[in-house]
């Protein structure tokens, strides 16, 4: 089992998230994260130039059997890129994962996901 | 407004209408001045309660950029109402009444010491007329609010003030107007049902479908982000109302107290049976239903709150949630977007409330009318009230997509598809609404 990582645009969750749908893989967490990686966001407020160093993201989760690993990753890079591919566009971290379980009848492994 | 059509008591002197002077220069009735300087506040309050009412119910993402069509309205109309608006609204017939126009009333610069007949000093009567030309153009954008652009949305309020909202305002309540001399005792417009919420609720609906709608609509579930803001903006519209609409007798006395209660009681009944319906309809009445209720109310008794007493004001209430939660349904079928149900309770309400009206009208006024023309009646009376209502519509839906279609075509209206996905907030303004999701 592996469990997936990937920071998004915000933008990009609703394209992300039918993507994956339409490939089967429709059990994600979503969260609003902020963080900062070589993406710069200059806004101006009251004329004066500021440059946050945290930048708005969106952290989806997903765990999955190893076979459904590779169609996941592709379709959230596929999706998250802007164009030829921006800086900004986010990462995907792919960790194993060691257990899973479903907490309404207490299975245990790859069929609790 | 309603002064012409309820001084039944004060019926031997006969006053038609407030700006037409009857001999004697007129004086400052400081209670009247009082009530109305106090009534154009509350029709300000209104803009910003439309801004959160439209606020919470948009995406997070956009937040500010609705809020801002309403704060745009308060800038934009407030210089423009100002400059020409007022001329243009309440001058004499110019273009054979198409429109008023007098010279001196540019910059307002004519009425610098002028007291009217009804008692109240002009500039008084102008600034509560100019909230009513900042709040209609601010209505629209919930029809097409989360994918306009600002320049475009600025652009189009100025057009529409100019070439819609002065036309119709010159025409229901100038007292030369087209709709104030129909028939036995005019067109029945008390507070703005055909010029604010009809030209509004159809413009919008006009604009919606030249625009199209919101990308991933019906699909993508679009939740509201914030409905305290909502209910907050309902709250506050209620209170506002009641200058909206016993402000729009510009005078303190009788016919001021009729129309703050029966708003009072309208209000109450469609809120209640908006919340009715939901809940023996679809289980559980929720806070979007009671602030779509309230009005839904608001918006039927604004023409009504002249003729009207508390057993047509209850009825009228409790017509309009009905209508407005239907054509809310209808909307879901058809599948156009009126993003935040402009058309669905302005548009709605307003006709049900300019044409249903009529069946309620107390005796009094009747008496009027067959005094001045013999034998008129209900039949006579709707007929009136329809020809202004399909002429408000007609007006407002064919001159709203001409200029739709040159700001289009020269600013640029519908924000690109990527600007809409990241929200207009951040991509328009440069800002987000809420801190709490970024740790700075």
């Known amino acids: 089992m592996k469990l997936i990582t990937a920071i998004i645009p915000e933008e990009k969750l609703d394209e992300v998230r039918e993507a994956l749908i339409d490939a089967e893989i429709e059990r994600i967490t979503v969260l609003r994260v902020s963080g900062h990686g070589r993406q710069q966001e200059i806004t101006v407020q009251r004329g004066k130039k500021v440059v946050p160093n945290l930048i708005p993201k969106v952290q989806i989760t997903i765990a999955c059997n190893d076979a459904f690993e590779d169609i996941t990753v592709d379709t959230i890079i596929r999706t998250a890129r802007h164009g030829e591919g921006k800086v900004g566009d986010g990462k995907i971290f792919v960790q194993d994962l060691q257990e899973c379980i479903r907490i309404r009848t207490g299975e245990r492994g790859g069929q609790a996901i | ?440």
């Open chain 2, 1 to 440: 407004m309603s002064w012409k059509r309820l001084l039944g008591l004060a019926a031997a002197v006969a006053v038609a209408h407030p700006l037409v002077a009857q001999g004697t220069a007129p004086v400052n009735d400081s209670g009247a001045t009082a009530w109305l300087l106090t009534s154009t506040t509350l029709v300000l309050l209104m803009v910003p309660g439309l801004a959160l009412f439209y606020g919470g119910l948009v995406r997070t993402k956009n937040v500010l950029g609705t809020m801002m069509h309403s704060f745009a309205a308060m800038a934009v109309v407030g210089v423009l109402w100002a400059v020409v608006g007022y001329a243009l609204s309440f001058g004499p017939n110019a273009l054979g009444g198409l429109i008023g126009w007098r010279k001196d009333l540019l910059l307002l610069r004519g009425i610098d010491q002028t007291i009217l007949p009804a008692g109240v000093p002009e500039y008084a009567f102008a600034m509560f007329q100019g909230k009513f030309a900042i709040i209609t153009p601010a209505l629209i954008a919930g029809a097409v609010a989360e994918r306009i652009s600002f320049r475009g949305w600025l652009a189009f309020i100025t057009l529409w003030i100019i070439f819609v909202y002065c036309p119709l305002c010159h025409w229901v309540w100038a007292s030369d107007g087209y709709f104030f001399n129909l028939g036995a005792k005019g067109a029945i417009d008390f507070a703005g049902g055909t010029v604010v919420h009809i030209s509004s609720g159809v413009g919008g609906l006009a604009l919606a479908l030249f625009l199209g709608a919101r990308h991933g609509y019906p699909k993508t579930a679009m939740s509201p982000n914030n409905l305290t803001f909502t209910l907050l903006g309902a709250g506050l519209l209620w209170v506002g109302w009641f200058g909206f609409n016993a402000g729009s007798s510009v005078a303190s006395n009788l016919d001021t107290a009729r129309a703050l209660t029966v708003t009072q009681v309208a209000a109450a009944a469609g809120a209640l049976t908006w919340i009715l319906i939901e809940t023996i309809r679809d289980e559980k009445p929720t806070s979007l239903g009671m602030a779509s209720g309230i009005l839904a109310g608001l918006v039927v008794i604004t023409p009504a709150a002249g003729v009207v007493q508390v057993g047509g004001a209850l009825a009228l209430g409790v017509i309009a949630a009905c209508c407005c939660y239907s054509m809310i349904l209808l909307k879901n079928r058809l599948g156009y977007d009126d993003s935040l149900d402009a058309f669905g309770i302005h548009g709605t309400g307003g006709i049900v409330g300019a044409i249903g009206l009529t069946f309620f009208i107390r005796d009094a006024w009747w008496a009027e009318a067959a005094a001045k023309v013999p034998g008129w009646g209900i039949l006579a009376q709707l007929k009136v009230q329809g020809f202004a209502v399909l002429c408000t519509i007609l007006f407002s839906v064919v001159m709203t997509l001409i200029i739709a279609a040159l700001v289009q075509k020269f600013i640029g209206f519908r924000v690109s598809e990527s600007v809409e996905k990241t929200g207009l907030d951040h991509e328009l303004h440069g800002e987000r609404a809420y801190g709490l999701n970024n740790l700075n």
